[in-house]
């Protein structure tokens, strides 16, 4: 097994027991992998300075196992919120959204 691929994911585990959380990081890593790279032919190696306490806090957040896992976790992450922002700047605001109180008021009447 390669400890630097997510296919093998759950299974390189300490006891071979993955928890529902680890699942869905490896999850994210292979779609992230699927849908902007394909294993061996369009990696891109790079050599990057990131400060280690970043780096450190990226691994506690994304609770990957690698380095690499955390990198790809957030640029996956950062990739999506963009993705998000831009929907929300083409769909605009509500100007009569329905208020906190209204919505309790309409499910206490069911």
């Not at 394909?38 to 280690?52: A, L, S």
Request: aromatic letters at 4%.
């Amino acid at each position: 097994m390669d400890p630097e691929r997510p296919d093998d994911g759950p299974a390189r585990l300490a006891g071979g027991v993955a928890t529902p959380a680890d699942a869905s990081h490896h999850a994210v890593l292979r779609r992230a992998e699927e849908d902007s790279i394909q294993w061996y032919d369009r990696i891109m190696k790079t050599t990057v300075d990131i400060p280690e306490k970043e780096l450190q806090e990226a691994l506690r957040h994304t609770r990957a196992k690698t380095k690499r896992e955390a990198i790809v976790t957030a640029i996956v992450d950062f990739n999506r919120r963009r993705r998000l922002a831009r929907l929300v700047e083409r769909l605009g605001t509500f100007e009569h959204f329905m208020t906190n109180e209204e919505l309790e008021r309409l499910r206490a009447e069911d």
